[in-house]
């Protein structure tokens, strides 16, 4: 093992552990955490500087100018496409890479998705969500001391 941060094991498989793969790049796809734009996702075009970026994302009704970096997540997907690329060059890459599907599959999505569908619950949808799960538990409990009964 040559170094902690570049670690290569060869057997059977060549495995790279790196500590940090998401970089602050062009073409990286973020996700926006706060500020109007919050929830979307947009392409970093090109670096300002050590706190801002400029963003776009044709698809997503975000358009092109620049946001802070505590405002975003990076994510795992990259675009290529060239220095500082128009906003019809972005397009045509998030297309091609088809992100949005991408996007969907992740269990970061899910989780947004989860937790937005939560937030719009009602009083009666919570007190039904609850009754629910007094149901699933007594079936479950009841199947565990069946089985611990047996044994």
Request: aromatic share 10%; charged share 30%; no cysteine.
């Amino acid at each position: 093992m040559s170094h902690a941060a570049d670690i290569r094991i060869s057997a059977a498989w060549d495995i790279t552990l790196k500590p940090f793969q998401r970089f602050v790049q062009s073409g990286r796809v973020a996700y926006v955490s706060d500020g109007p734009y919050q929830g979307k996702l947009v392409t970093i075009v090109d670096v300002i500087d050590q706190n801002r970026v400029l963003i776009d994302s044709p698809l997503s009704g975000v358009s092109r100018g620049e946001m802070r970096l505590d405002q975003l997540h990076l994510t795992k997907f990259r675009l290529r496409f060239p220095f500082s690329g128009s906003s019809r060059v972005v397009r045509k890459a998030w297309d091609a890479a088809n992100i949005n599907e991408l996007w969907k599959e992740t269990m970061w999505a899910k989780k947004v998705e989860a937790k937005k569908k939560r937030a719009e619950l009602n009083d009666f949808d919570r007190f039904k969500l609850h009754k629910a799960r007094q149901i699933r538990n007594k079936l479950r409990s009841d199947a565990f001391y069946r089985l611990k009964k047996k044994n």
